[in-house]
């Protein structure tokens, strides 16, 4: 079955203290440039069952001739907080621009190496799916900086990652999402984060998994 992207409605922006996150305009560049402002998030998320949905709005659009060819030799992602600890975070879901054969990664942070910093890399793969057939490129509805913003969504198939993650539907957790200049981990050194530099400062609320009820 051919699962369809959420509508643009759908989409649920991302929430930290009652209003919509999003992140400087003039601290990165390019395609590694989260934008956005109070009316216009930087990060979305949705979940329908089959598979969990992420949206970032980019300064410019990051396709290229990284990796296969299908985006810049960089990488974008959320990292996750789920053991409600927000100094450190234990799962990322990468996009891996880089690699010879692009991919959506998950990755786990076995090891807390610098606390409060979500440039602690994640030491291990769990499962990854092809960046073909679970991305999109699509122009934005903002050109912040002058120019045409641009949305990078990706999926990952929602029961393999309830099963690597052992969350459940009704499971909280928190999103932080960014750039890089790696596949295994997000900074504001070579990359962009989503409005702000550290864990703490950067999580969104917390939410219910499947259900994306903001507490
Ligand atoms: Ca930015
Ligand atoms: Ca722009
Ligand atoms: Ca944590
Ligand atoms: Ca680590």
């Known amino acids: 079955m051919l699962l369809?992207?959420?509508?643009?409605?759908?989409?649920?922006?991302?929430?930290?203290?009652?209003?919509?996150q999003y992140d400087s305009l003039t601290d990165a560049n390019g395609s590694r440039n989260i934008v956005g402002d109070s009316a216009n998030s930087?990060?979305?998320?949705?979940?329908?069952?089959?598979?969990f949905y992420f949206r970032i709005r980019l300064d410019d659009s990051p396709a290229g001739r990284g990796g296969q060819g299908l985006l810049?030799?960089?990488?974008?992602?959320?990292?996750?907080?789920?053991?409600?600890?927000?100094?450190?975070y234990e799962w990322l879901v990468m996009v891996?621009?880089?690699?010879?054969?692009?991919?959506?990664?998950?990755?786990?942070?076995?090891?807390?190496?610098?606390?409060?910093?979500?440039?602690?890399?994640?030491e291990i793969?769990?499962?990854?799916?092809?960046?073909?057939?679970?991305?999109?490129?699509?122009?934005a509805d903002t050109s912040f900086n002058g120019s045409q913003d641009y949305f990078l969504d990706w999926r990952f198939p929602y029961d393999i990652f309830?099963?690597?993650?052992?969350?459940?539907?009704n499971?909280?957790?928190?999103?932080?999402g960014g750039a890089s200049s790696n596949a295994q981990s997000?900074?504001?050194?070579?990359?962009?984060?989503?409005?702000?530099?550290?864990?703490l400062s950067g999580f969104s609320r917390k939410f219910e998994l499947f259900f994306l009820i903001f507490s």
């Open 4 to 20: 369809s992207w959420p509508s643009d409605l759908q989409w649920l922006p991302v929430y930290r203290g009652g209003i919509v």
């Open 42 to 51: 930087s990060g979305y998320i949705f979940n329908d069952g089959s598979y």
């Open 72 to 88: 810049q030799s960089f990488g974008w992602g959320m990292v996750l907080d789920t053991n409600l600890n927000a100094i450190n």
């Open 96 to 122: 891996d621009g880089i690699a010879k054969d692009e991919a959506i990664l998950l990755e786990q942070n076995t090891i807390q190496g610098s606390v409060n910093d979500p440039g602690d890399k994640a």
């Open 125 to 139: 793969t769990v499962y990854s799916v092809p960046v073909s057939g679970n991305y999109r490129i699509l122009a």
């Open 162 to 169: 309830k099963f690597y993650t052992q969350l459940s539907d």
């Open 171 to 176: 499971s909280p957790l928190r999103i932080f």
């Open 186 to 199: 997000l900074s504001e050194s070579g990359g962009d984060t989503l409005g702000a530099s550290d864990l």
